[in-house]
């Protein structure tokens, strides 16, 4: 524990001895504009919060290996989930450290590392797999008191990755990956023919929209999500078949077909096929998506679908937007963040980024 967090501890603790009740907020977690899963070089894993000056304000300790957090919309409390297959799931308050619950999936079910709280954050979402049905499902989970598992619905289709919630809404949209897994054969892709991708919406339990792609896309992976104020889904794919693949980035409004953007090729090459995270700018005209295994994050301009610019970057995987420009945070401890009239980057030593950087 930092010597902040022991202020921190100590400043609560006079409050509530004082007869006080106040109302925590993310402040009082030193105010992170991102959260991050990292790994440290002793082995151990960590929960970050990141600020908008690119200095890390608080580190949580996590079991293992961390994917992605959700972040509470209200309290400074954070979900970290394990990276598929994992079972487990930390509710961390990160303005004291301490562990306040933790999920396990039920028996037949893993995590796929991602996990979304309602308008009000009394219920968490978490995107699931039903391994023996070969069907993916969403855990609810009623936060309070100590997160208990309440329900379970069908995501609407097979493998559901990253799950977001619409704007002013409890509206889910789910990206559905399409392939099947089990953990008796680990990380192998079991249907890699009959893939069929797909984003779901979901409200109260029902799938009430499924957007597909074309069927010669069908073996895109549809993995990471992001939206816009206005609801828009900004998707980021990774493509499984065996030749080169013309598109992995796409948009989707209720009611329509998906808007696929458009490369180069060569410049697609460049991406190995991987999308690992994808964001919107903060005026919803750009989108920026990563790619860790080809080292490189590419722009897209939204009105015209078309590629407009491309950075190097060693091992990026995390990308998220404030203020006007766009953050990303990389396997080798870097913290860069990119505007159209500035770039900074900081070195963060001991600490090697995981795939997602979440926006407060």
């Avoid at 990141?50 to 957090?69: C, N």
């Amino acid at each position: 524990m930092t010597a902040t967090d022991r202020g921190r501890r100590a400043f609560l603790g006079g409050l509530l001895a004082a007869g006080a009740v106040p109302r925590i907020t993310w402040a009082d977690a030193g105010a992170p504009a991102f959260l991050s899963a990292a790994a440290r070089p002793d082995g151990n894993y960590v929960l970050c919060g990141i600020g908008e000056d690119l200095k890390i304000r608080f580190e949580r300790p996590l079991p293992a290996r961390g994917h992605a957090a959700a972040a509470h919309p209200v309290r400074p409390e954070a979900v970290a989930f394990a990276r598929r297959p994992g079972t487990f799931a930390v509710v961390l308050d990160c303005a004291t450290g301490d562990q306040k619950a933790k999920l396990t999936a039920p028996a037949g079910r893993h995590f796929y590392g991602h996990g979304a709280f309602s308008q009000d954050g009394r219920l968490l979402f978490t995107t699931e797999n039903n391994f023996e049905a070969g069907r993916g499902c969403i855990g609810v989970w009623e936060t309070s008191p100590g997160y208990r598992r309440i329900a379970e619905w069908d995501s609407g289709g097979v493998g559901p990755h990253d799950i977001r919630r619409l704007p002013d809404s409890d509206t889910l949209v789910v990206a559905n990956g399409g392939i099947d897994t089990h953990p008796d054969t680990g990380r192998t892709k079991l249907n890699i023919p009959t893939m069929a991708p797909n984003l779901a919406y979901i409200e109260d339990g029902e799938v009430v929209e499924t957007a597909a792609l074309p069927a010669r896309l069908h073996k895109n992976s549809i993995r990471h999500l992001d939206l816009d104020a206005h609801g828009t889904v900004a998707f980021g794919m990774q493509w499984q078949g065996s030749g080169p693949v013309d598109v992995l980035v796409g948009t989707h409004t209720r009611g329509s077909a998906p808007k696929l953007m458009t490369a180069d090729p060569g410049v697609l090459r460049d991406m190995d096929g991987y999308i690992g995270s994808i964001a919107f700018s903060g005026n919803g005209k750009q989108i920026a998506v990563t790619s860790p295994r080809g080292g490189v994050l590419q722009l897209y301009e939204v009105e015209t679908s078309a590629l407009a610019q491309v950075v190097a970057f060693e091992d990026v995987c995390g990308v998220a937007t404030v203020g006007g420009r766009f953050v990303a945070t990389s396997g080798t401890g870097q913290v860069r963040s990119l505007g159209r009239t500035q770039a900074k980057t900081a070195e963060v030593v001991g600490l090697a980024w995981d795939n997602h950087l979440v926006r407060l």
